[in-house]
């Protein structure tokens, strides 16, 4: 089996357990116990120890480094001489590190040891911590104790036009395991939504309107032209599960 750590990748025997009682076909669940994330289900033969995913998160989070770059020094670290002779499991690591990642997500959020509690819309993020919300940090007679103008949220819509996103050559490859459970809203809803909503041309009396003239450019090769979310207004942190790609301009 190919180990892929934080030191390099080595390949080591690994034997099945074989005790009384033991399933040969949950030896997968073996490798978690020993902090091995096995690149599949059925006899794996490649596993990422937790300290190198922990790693690359942390390198993509603060470094920006790639999946590339993070796998290619780990084949220096292999054989610095010649890196092209160390096992190539690039692929795995992006799948891995994706599972990885939902994985962690649900486990911050007190989703990651019950398997039958779903997180719902919104479910894996934050809001704004400094804002009123009841059952947090209001009492129980907020309504009485504080005025309506006191506690009063306030919410500012905006968007970013130059957040593009190229259409995808096999979209159905694009699996999402977190659909609708974070910042941005579910797919299906938002697409029904859209073939609703008919498509009208703003008129602008201005010249140079941008917002107007991109929403009026043919765009057909983009699956998205922008990206517009709802942000407290006071503090400017996003609102769960109130951020949409824009299909053309502000639509």
Not at 210 to 219: D, E, H, M
Request: charged fraction near 25%; glycine fraction near 6%.
């Amino acid at each position: 089996m190919t180990i892929v750590h934080t030191e390099g990748i080595f390949s080591h025997e690994v034997l099945v357990c074989k005790c009384p009682g033991s399933d040969p076909n949950d030896w997968h669940l073996d490798l978690l116990h020993q902090r091995l994330f096995p690149a599949s289900i059925s006899k794996p033969k490649t596993a990422f120890t937790f300290d190198v995913l922990d790693h690359f998160l942390i390198d993509a989070l603060e470094c920006k480094t790639s999946a590339m770059n993070f796998y290619q020094k780990l084949k220096r670290f292999t054989n610095n001489a010649f890196p092209e002779r160390a096992p190539d499991r690039y692929r795995e690591l992006m799948r891995v590190s994706w599972l990885w990642r939902d994985l962690k997500h649900r486990k911050w959020f007190g989703f990651g040891h019950d398997a039958e509690k779903d997180p719902g819309d919104g479910g894996l993020a934050l809001f704004c911590p400094a804002c009123p919300q009841p059952g947090l940090h209001l009492p129980a007679d907020w309504k009485v104790q504080y005025d309506r103008d006191t506690i009063m949220r306030q919410y500012v819509i905006d968007g970013n036009f130059t957040a593009q996103h190229m259409k995808m050559n096999k979209p159905e490859l694009d699996v999402a395991l977190s659909d609708g459970k974070g910042y941005m809203v579910s797919e299906g809803p938002y697409q029904s939504h859209l073939q609703q909503s008919l498509d009208s041309k703003e008129r602008s009396t201005c010249n140079n309107h941008r917002a107007i003239n991109a929403a009026n450019i043919n765009k057909s090769n983009l699956r998205s032209t922008g990206i517009g979310a709802t942000a407290c207004a006071q503090h400017g942190c996003f609102v769960p599960y109130s951020v949409v790609d824009f299909q053309k301009g502000e639509r």
